[in-house]
């Protein structure tokens, strides 16, 4: 058989399911070799760091659906100009069935240090990884940290392996992050800060946490990653701090919604960069942070302990003159020292230019950069994410003509705007972007349809990223809720309700709105969201009982993550126990939701039957006979029941026929709408659909249902649908 061999410019090596600063700088310089017009390939190389199975960072994905980069998978053997590969431990053990790799240059930017205080042992070993390199390619690497950390922790093994006399800095794009800043976000100080959620990323003193983050009402504390740790170690959620779990919301918006970015962590912890203050620094924060990051920051940012932060920023946010100056500096040390024309200069320096003619085809135009604004008595404002969403949460209905009217002014505000309106409501909407929900609602208590609701909206601002927000109620949801939930700061809403008027809608979409309502509806500013609220994300039983578990168990660093190991093993196994036996262990606000799934079936308890989810991503098939073919196979079999989630379109007749059904854009309407991250959004609602529905089998439709033969390999899955269950239940059973 002939060996098959794939070809790049540059060849990335790393494990892409790191979820932070890893993941997001291999994306930046991605980005800056496509728009350079180098070709590139991913190398996934599993890190023992990373034990429990989990797939590629969003991040990684988005480029590779966007044809940034090809993942080398099936092939023989690579050949690269240059090899660059991201964090030493993907080494440590090189798994079976990699492909034979040819490269000119080597380089292996550095960004771990071997060892520091948080581990129980070194996180890799030197002349092992230049050893396992070796092996993988054939030559040695030149080592190149990533900053002076880095370089100093590796100063012993300078004799060792070759080291580049320049660090490998990590790159941004700035002009996706920065922001025009008239004036302060708020009348208060925003402090805010960004990072995974691991305990090593918080300072291990309470004193230092609430120093460095002040509980306090004349400042607003803003967290986007989550805070389970400072909650442990502090005891609970100040009222001043609104929590926004990791990943809920772009960066570059959160940092848009901030004034200050304070970044201190555990005194273990010997951060490699940096990344999350070159993120702040390019959206025009003001950096606070400790003194070690000087060597890479310069003046750009203030330098001190947690307890320096109230002082510096008491000073600058009496003084916008002041403030703005220092914000000016980050965003111009961003763009003179670490954009990609930097990286672009370097990998140029070790493989020449990419070919001209390819440069030219790849290269992106960069959003053009504007220079920051003088003060003005402006907030602070973010970039414009998409054109309007109008969602529908009334339950009883609104007067004839209302959605329609409300869409109207939507519309000619941006040209364009997405609904999100109940199934039944779905002709109301006429042409233009659309999902729906499900009928079945109509079946829930105004509490669990208020929760599904509430996981909807947030994951329709995810996905469309709108500029604006109109919510149309009629006082079965909490708004305050949903607006919560979406982890928006500042996303601009309108609330459309039954009330009185109280005088001139603010904002010119609310007036066009307001405009044409019936008598006894208005278009207001929503209320108030409570102060620290925040969008938290449900934590799991096992977690909640952890925390009540004696003080005793508490422990510190190492003894304490394994004792905390042990005491989620011992849980884990209580629980599972507690099912054999029939027992379920939760707290009412964790319990899953499921949507009812009804099915016309000859069975005793149809509701006992597995959900199949057919999914139909595309709007060219017709629904009345791909309906009727799933019916069918559903009626013969009384095997599942059925699940649908496809294009609006299918909603009428899948009511027809008693259907629970989500809708989704289809691939031209998203293109039409948002350009790119079509697959991205689909993967969204499949899994939307999956926590709605709970379905045993998920099956996608992309061409006719059934046939003459009454044959489909659709028809088929969704069948052993039954089977499944019936083994899943045989292997539940007690011993």
């Not at 970039?383 to 109008?390: K, N, Q, T």
């Not at 909407?429 to 109509?442: C, H, I, K, Q």
């Not at 099956?699 to 059934?706: H, L």
């Amino acid at each position: 058989m002939a060996r098959t061999s794939a070809a790049f410019d540059i060849l990335m090596v790393t494990d892409c399911r790191f979820p932070g600063g890893n993941s997001s700088s291999v994306v930046e310089e991605i980005h800056a070799q496509h728009r350079a017009g180098y070709r590139t390939g991913i190398l996934h190389v599993p890190s023992p760091i990373l034990r429990a199975a989990r797939p590629f960072a969003d991040k990684i994905r988005d480029v590779l659906d966007g044809g940034l980069a090809e993942l080398v998978v099936g092939v023989d053997e690579v050949h690269a100009k240059l090899l660059l590969a991201r964090h030493p431990s993907v080494f440590t053990e090189l798994p079976d069935g990699l492909p034979e790799v040819h490269a000119d240059e080597v380089v292996l930017a550095v960004n771990q240090v071997p060892a520091d205080e948080r581990g129980l042992q070194p996180y890799y070993d030197v002349p092992h990884v230049q050893r396992q390199i070796g092996r993988l390619v054939g030559k040695e690497a030149t080592w190149a940290p990533i900053g002076p950390r880095t370089r100093d922790a590796l100063a012993e093994h300078r004799d060792a392996v070759p080291m580049l006399p320049w660090d490998w800095e990590n790159v941004i794009d700035v002009d996706q992050w920065r922001v025009t800043r008239h004036g302060f976000v708020s009348d208060r100080p925003v402090l805010g800060r960004h990072s995974r959620g691991h305990w090593s990323k918080w300072p291990e003193e309470p004193a230092e946490i609430l120093a460095a983050y002040p509980e306090d009402p004349h400042y607003d504390v803003r967290i986007l990653g989550g805070v389970d740790i400072p909650v442990e170690r502090v005891g609970y959620l100040p009222d001043n701090w609104v929590d926004y779990p990791f990943n809920s919301m772009p960066a570059p918006e959160f940092l848009a919604s901030v004034d200050f970015f304070v970044y201190f962590h555990h005194s273990g912890l010997v951060e490699a960069f940096g990344r999350v203050v070159l993120e702040a620094l390019s959206a025009g924060a003001v950096a606070i942070v400790p003194p070690y990051l000087e060597p890479l920051f310069g003046d750009s940012c203030l330098y001190g302990s947690p307890h320096d932060v109230r002082g510096y920023v008491d000073q600058l946010h009496g003084d916008w003159g002041s403030f703005a100056e220092r914000s000016r500096a980050g965003v111009e040390l961003a763009q003179r020292r670490f954009s990609y024309d930097t990286h672009v200069r370097r990998v140029a320096e070790l493989i020449g230019l990419p070919e001209a003619s390819r440069a030219e085809q790849a290269r992106e135009p960069a959003a053009p950069h504007e220079p920051a604004s003088e003060p003005a008595s402006e907030p602070a404002s973010g970039p414009a994410s998409g054109c309007p969403l109008v969602v529908d949460l009334t339950r009883h209905g609104a007067p004839e003509g209302l959605l329609a009217g409300v869409l109207r002014a939507a519309r000619g505000q941006s040209g364009t705007c997405v609904a999100a309106v109940p199934g039944a409501r779905t002709a109301d909407v006429g042409s233009g972007a659309v999902e729906t929900f499900p009928r079945v609602l109509d079946e829930l208590d105004d509490r669990e349809r208020s929760r599904y609701l509430t996981a909807r909206v947030t994951g329709l601002v995810q996905a469309h990223r709108p500029a604006s927000i109109v919510l149309l109620t009629d006082g079965t949801v909490d708004v305050r809720d949903v607006l919560t939930a979406t982890g928006r700061p500042n996303l601009d809403a309108v609330h459309v309700h039954p009330g009185d008027s109280a005088g001139a809608p603010e904002g010119d979409l609310a007036a066009a709105i307001a405009a044409g309502l019936p008598d006894g509806w208005v278009a207001a500013p929503p209320p108030g969201r409570p102060s620290g609220s925040g969008s938290r994300a449900p934590r799991p039983v096992t977690q909640r009982l952890l925390d009540r578990l004696p003080e005793s168990w508490h422990l510190h660093t190492r003894a304490r993550r394994k004792m905390r190991t042990l005491r989620r093993e011992h849980l884990d196994r209580l629980m599972d126990t507690a099912e054999d036996v029939g027992v379920v262990l939760f707290e009412a606000e964790d319990a899953e939701l499921s949507l009812p799934v009804p099915a016309r079936v000859s069975h005793p308890v149809p509701q006992r039957l597995p959900v199949a989810l057919v999914v139909v991503p595309g709007a060219d098939l017709d629904p009345v006979p791909n309906i009727r073919a799933l019916l069918q196979r559903q009626q013969i079999t009384s095997g599942f029941r059925l699940a649908l989630l496809a294009p609006p379109h299918w909603e009428a007749e899948a009511a027809r026929h008693g259907l629970a059904i989500e809708t989704l854009v289809d691939e031209p309407g998203w293109t039409a709408l948002h350009g790119t991250g079509w697959p991205a959004y689909l993967r969204q609602r499949v899994r939307e659909a999956s926590t709605a529905f709970q379905p045993h089998t998920v099956a996608f439709a992309e061409s006719p249902i059934g046939g003459p033969d009454g044959s489909d390999s659709v028809l088929e899955v969704l069948e052993a649908a039954r089977v499944r269950r019936r083994m899943e239940t045989r292997q539940r059973r007690p011993r």
